[in-house]
């Protein structure tokens, strides 16, 4: 993206360097880093993070701001997943990006998707700073990957805002299914030293009632019982379905305690939200079902090749189907087809220089939102990629592509 930048990069880089970096990441979240890392970080101008991060949080007040739009959403959420207390506001927002080139040559943000769950906050404040280190950044001048106006103290000040709240350690999970055989480990162990949480399998935690009071939920220590004030939620209602994991508690019934992430926001702030959306940076998409029923089909380009589907409610890019053939279509059952998003399909630009040609960045923006604060972005997420589809389980066998960062240049 910054020219100068990628060219000193690149002549500079060693293998030797990545073979560090990868080891070095290794040890800092203390397991074994399973997904595709990228051998560059990138350098954006910090004017276009800016407006990106601008963009991803109007988009997100507009909806949580329409309470015609969250009476809607709340349909979509499975009843028996319908968690109760929910939160007034998220805690957690990403927006993710790609970048289309414009008449005059420049670069615009198009939203691909967002999703108001967490993603990985601790582990990309890791590989930026792997990245600094491995490959002596500083050389190429003061250079820095914070949004927000935040710094290293700041990020970790809001993260323990929103994710303690004010209670002790040892009272907060990170709770999540069978968190230990999870990609995402690496993410856990890092907020878990940073802010002293415990990493817990959401189907061990344990109800506790107690009589003229709301019960509260525990996890075990040894032989005692400990109960949670919070919950830091990574469970994904995906995951508990389709492995049909058995809880000890109701997600409907209250419990005395809070959700950092309630559940239910990972329904109201997703590719549900997408059709709602009237923005230049949001590509056009109907529901399948009102597709059907003649509705918003002049949203959609004539030309089918330009479609999407995609499912409303997978992750990681699980389902989505590039120009979908009217047998695919029709072959989605019609109680299902709710489930399901046409879009525009957007060509995003392939603008980083690397020694494998063009490859083309996906730009997700990490929000944290603390009670009685306001939204605010903190880090971007970068993903790298020369295919169809940008996820690190998408360009395996590939070199130069894979999860990145982005580190922009600090002004004299």
């Known amino acids: 993206m ?89 805690h ?87 968190p230990m055989h999870q990609k995402t480990l690496p993410d856990f162990q890092v ?15 344990t109800p506790q009632d107690r009589p003229g009071r709301l019960p509260r939920l525990c996890y075990r220590e040894g032989k005692h019982l400990v109960p949670i004030h919070r919950i830091y939620n990574r469970a994904i209602v ?10 000890q508690f109701d997600y409907r019934e209250s419990f005395d305690v809070e959700w950092a992430g309630h559940p239910n926001w990972y329904f109201h702030l997703s590719k549900f939200s997408i059709p709602y959306l009237d923005h230049p940076s949001v590509p056009p998409a109907v529901f399948l079902n009102e597709w059907f029923d003649g509705k918003g089909r002049d949203r ?20 989505i189907r590039f120009a979908p053939s009217e047998e695919e279509l029709h072959a989605i059952p019609g109680a299902e087809r709710k489930n399901y998003l046409l879009q525009q399909r957007v060509q995003f630009e392939s603008v980083i220089d690397t020694p494998l040609g063009m490859t083309q960045p996906e730009i997700r923006i990490l929000y944290l939102w603390p009670d009685g604060e306001d939204l605010q972005p903190v880090l971007p997420l970068i993903r790298l990629g020369r295919g169809q589809m940008m996820g690190v389980d998408h360009n395996r066998g590939q070199e130069w592509v894979g999860a990145s960062a982005a580190f922009y240049p600090l002004q004299s």
């Open 300 to 319: 959609l380009p004539a030309d089918r090749e330009q479609w999407i589907l995609k499912p409303l409610f997978s992750f990681a890019g699980k389902g």
């Open 191 to 205: 907020t878990a030293d940073r802010l002293g949480i415990r990493i817990v399998d959401i189907s061990a935690i």
């Open 238 to 247: 995906d995951e508990l379905i389709q492995k049909k994991i058995h809880l």
């Open 2 to 90: 910054i020219r100068s930048l990628r060219q000193q990069f690149n002549s500079r880089y060693r293998p030797e360097d990545y073979r560090h970096l990868l080891r070095n990441l290794d040890a800092c979240v203390r397991t074994h880093v399973s997904f595709r890392v990228a051998e560059t970080p990138t350098f954006f101008p910090k004017s276009l993070l800016d407006e990106m991060a601008s963009i991803g949080a109007e988009l997100t007040l507009r909806l949580v701001e329409d309470a015609d739009y969250m009476a809607k959403s709340a349909k979509a959420i499975p009843e028996a997943w319908c968690a109760a207390d929910q939160t007034p506001h998220p």
């Open 92 to 178: 957690f927002m990403t927006v993710d990006f790609g970048l289309v080139k414009k008449q005059d040559g420049s670069l615009s943000p198009r939203l691909v998707e967002l999703q108001a769950f967490p993603s990985v906050f601790a582990y990309q404040y890791v590989l930026s700073e792997s990245y600094r280190a491995a490959f002596n950044l500083d050389a190429l001048g003061p250079l820095d990957y914070y949004l927000g106006g935040n710094n290293e103290a700041g990020f970790w000040k809001q993260m323990g805002q929103v994710i303690l709240n004010g209670h002790p350690p040892e009272n907060v999970v990170l709770a999540e299914v069978d």
